[in-house]
């Protein structure tokens, strides 16, 4: 059984919508986590090592990181076509996006919030924004998601963080229509309905 601890509106919230997605059968176990606004704190029952979400426990195995329980997920739900499997020629683009998320785009948003943006050596190792909104732009003019004509994971990955707040990725309408065809899924719905609110 797969049990995904999750904190409600949090990183955790994509992952309840790609086990939508997936239409995998889950137990979602909702634990409190520090907030950015200095409310929550750790919950002793997130298995997480630095008590973050999400977390997902396996049959006894917890994997964590959104990108490694993206695609532990999809490699365990393959029917769906939600992540392309070894042999696809997707399976390349799907590794290097998932990547490409954790490993720049997350930090380039960080680099941003902290106002970072000029810092020589952080833009040396990461570019910025010009460079990861060009590279999203280059995929969905080719869409209409991020892998071309199929949905995965990664626009559940990278379009949550614009559903969010619409300012981290590229303005103008491509990335507009490409989120109000995010926003429509009725999978999305289904995990909205079950995120719940964060605790006051
Ligand atoms: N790299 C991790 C980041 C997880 C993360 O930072 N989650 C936030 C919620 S959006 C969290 O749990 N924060 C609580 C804390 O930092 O203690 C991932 O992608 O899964």
């Avoid at 919030?113 to 990461?126: A, K, S, W």
């Avoid at 003019?141 to 949905?151: D, K, M, Q, S, V």
């Avoid at 990725?169 to 995010?182: E, H, I, S, T, W």
Wanted: with cysteine; net charge neutral; charged share 25%.
């Amino acid at each position: 059984m797969l049990t995904l601890y999750h904190a409600p509106q949090s990183r955790s919230s994509r992952i309840v919508w790609l086990l939508e997605e997936l239409e995998a059968p889950y137990e979602l176990k909702t634990i409190n986590i520090s907030r950015m606004d200095g409310s929550g704190g750790a919950d002793p029952a997130n298995p997480h090592p630095d008590k973050k979400a999400p977390a997902l426990v396996d049959d006894g195995a917890l994997v964590t990181e959104s990108a490694a329980i993206c695609l532990y997920l999809t490699d365990k739900f393959p029917a769906k076509g939600i992540g392309p499997v070894v042999g696809d020629k997707l399976r390349g683009p799907y590794l290097t996006w998932l990547a490409y998320n954790a490993g720049v785009i997350e930090v380039v948003m960080h680099m941003e919030f902290g106002g970072l943006l000029e810092n020589d050596m952080l833009r040396r190792t990461f570019r910025g924004r010009d460079e990861v909104d060009a590279r999203i732009l280059a995929a969905l003019a080719a869409g209409p998601y991020l892998l071309g004509e199929r949905f995965s994971a990664v626009d559940a990955l990278i379009g949550s963080t614009g559903m969010w707040m619409r300012q981290m990725m590229p303005k103008g309408k491509v990335v507009d229509d490409y989120l109000a065809r995010l926003a429509a899924r009725p999978a999305l719905a289904r995990a909205n309905a079950k995120d719940g609110a964060i605790p006051k």
